[in-house]
């Protein structure tokens, strides 16, 4: 499966934006589909996460903020980012990962870089 990260950009703080990720393949709807961040001089976080039932999970730095949301059908994820922080700067990275058989995938895209002015 290869994912491709979309929607990064600049933006004053208090704004707003939507990442994308848009997988190949259809399989992509059994992963759990996570977001991930990775500021200069930090370690990459999870962010926020989406199992296959739905199940949400937020750093509790963006709860409230920001949305994750899959649109199986259209082999994406989403996240919406509301009330940007300057803190929130950094290479966000989607993901995909699980199981299939006994076979454990895990997938990365190529990072969007998200920049939020004071």
């Known amino acids: 499966v290869q994912l491709q990260a979309s929607g990064g950009g600049l933006v004053q703080a208090g704004g707003s934006l939507r990442l994308a990720c848009a997988a190949s393949?259809?399989?992509?709807?059994?992963?759990?589909v996570g977001w991930y961040r990775q500021a200069p001089g930090k370690q990459r976080e999870l962010v926020a996460s989406?199992?296959?039932?739905?199940?949400?999970h937020y750093v509790a730095s963006v709860e409230g903020r920001f949305t994750i949301s899959r649109e199986d059908a259209k082999n994406t994820v989403y996240l919406q980012m509301n009330s940007l922080k300057p803190e929130d700067t950094a290479v966000y990275y989607c993901?995909?990962?699980?199981?299939?058989?006994?076979?454990?995938?895990?997938?990365w895209g190529q990072g969007t870089l998200v920049t939020v002015s004071s």
């Open positions: 993901n995909a990962d699980g199981y299939l058989g006994s076979t454990w995938y895990d997938y």
């Open positions: 393949e259809k399989s992509f709807a059994i992963y759990t």
């Open positions: 989406s199992t296959r039932a739905g199940s949400t």
